[in-house]
């Protein structure tokens, strides 16, 4: 099986009890996990798209956030322009989340 290329997520691996894990399909998982910000970190990850190149490492790609995808609208600068920018720069680009799991993205120093 060749994995080169993008891949998004079906399922991730949830512990609805100690010592005990099951895979779970993302549409699933509002029946297994309760906790509120939990779930949004899952379904945060769900969203990754990775894609595992040629020279053997993985790029975790992000959707930008919806706020700096308003941001960008209302300085004139379009979504496709955002996602090009960001493809482009993956290398150049450097992502953060903060402790309110709030993202950021920043040019690298």
Do not use: H
Not at 17 to 27: L, Q, S, Y
């Amino acid at each position: 099986m060749n994995l080169i290329g993008k891949w998004k997520v079906k399922e991730l691996p949830v512990y609805p009890e100690p010592g005990k894990m099951i895979f779970v399909a993302v549409e699933d998982f509002p029946k297994y996990i309760t906790d509120e910000d939990l779930l949004n970190d899952y379904m945060q990850q769900a969203s990754f798209i990775y894609e595992f190149c040629e020279d053997g490492t993985v790029e975790t790609m992000m959707p930008i956030p919806e706020e700096m995808m308003e941001k960008a609208k209302e300085q004139g600068i379009s979504g496709r322009t955002m996602r090009d920018v960001r493809s482009r720069m993956k290398n150049e680009l450097e992502y953060r989340v903060n402790e309110k799991q709030e993202n950021s993205i920043r040019l690298k120093e």
